[in-house]
């Protein structure tokens, strides 16, 4: 496994599920939630998306649990930020964030 590669792969990918992500998060959560228990449902996703990132960029083959840990934490902060800063700049107090959040309630 070149690691150099899965950085890079791991690095641009991130950011673009980190772009999208937000609208999948306004989706799932509902308006009545706590901020508490909006945040918590934002760090598990980006945290899943983030993991699950790492393991298909790098085949699911690491050499030890060590290098798969900072692979992962790598692309969970970078889906975190990306998401984040999107999510703030972007997508808050706009008709689709309000849109998607009242689906559900």
Do not use: H
Not at 6 to 19: E, P, R, T, Y
């Amino acid at each position: 496994m070149d690691v150099t590669q899965v950085v890079f792969d791991l690095a641009w990918v991130s950011a673009v599920i980190g772009f999208f992500l937000p609208l999948v998060i306004s989706f799932l959560k509902k308006v009545t939630w706590s901020d508490g228990l909006k945040k918590t449902l934002a760090i598990l996703m980006c945290a899943g998306a983030g993991l699950v990132n790492t393991g298909v960029q790098a085949g699911w083959a690491f050499g030890t649990l060590g290098e798969f840990v900072s692979l992962a934490v790598f692309s969970i902060m970078d889906v975190y930020v990306t998401a984040t800063v999107i999510y703030t700049n972007l997508w808050k107090g706009t008709n689709i964030d309000t849109a998607l959040a009242g689906i559900r309630s």
